[in-house]
Each structure stands twice: as C-alpha cells, then as structure tokens.
Nanobody, 114 residues
C-alpha cells in the first residue's frame, strides 16, 4: 500500500519560514521523482517544486523561486520543502506527489497571516 504522509504545515506570519516533510512508504522511493503541489481556495492545484530521483535536477514555480527549496533523503524515504520569506499568497494546502502525478498525500495546510 502506497502512503505519502505530509507534515510540518501550520500558521506562520508573513516573512516567516516552515519546513514541510513527506514520508513515503510502499514505493521504491529512490526511483521516483517527487514534487510538491499546492492548492489555494478557489484555485487549481499547481506544482510548486520538483526533484528528480537522484536529486540531480530541481525545478520551481516562478512564484517561489529563491524562497523555497526542495530536497530529499532517499535513505529515509523522505522529501522536504523548505519555505522561507513566506507571503500571504503562499497560503494553501500543500501536497506531496510521487511519480509525476501517480501518487498523492493527503495534504497539509499552510496559512500565512499576521
């Protein structure tokens, strides 16, 4: 059974930081590209960050470049999203994704507000 479990969301003030984690099980994690998506109320789900299986390449949405960093630890079967300089427009449910859309986590809420 495939499981992707996100954690680390919460309420943070503008300019603050959060680190999201996603723990994977039931898949050959080191063979899968991973990504973080987010969905704000009334908006479509969008890809925020992507990382290849070997961490050789990453890609970011223009809206988060320079502020967010995706990383992974294949030994721990985990992927992370470090979010700095958070803005109100970063408020969304953040989802972990494996295999380019194949598997999804349940999501974790990130709220940026003063």
């Amino acid at each position: 059974q495939v499981q992707l479990v996100e954690s680390g969301g919460g309420l943070v003030q503008p300019g603050g930081s959060l680190r999201l984690s996603c723990a994977a099980s039931g898949i050959p994690f080191s063979m899968y590209a991973m990504a973080w998506y987010r969905q704000a109320p009334g908006k479509q789900r969008e890809e925020v960050a992507f990382i290849t299986s070997s961490s050789s390449r990453t890609n970011y949405a223009d809206s988060v470049k320079g502020r967010f960093t995706i990383s992974r630890d294949n030994a721990k079967k985990a992927v992370y999203l470090q979010m700095n300089s958070l803005k109100a427009e970063d408020t969304a449910v953040y989802y972990c994704n494996a295999g380019m859309g194949r598997f999804w986590g349940q999501g974790t809420q990130v709220t940026v507000s003063s």
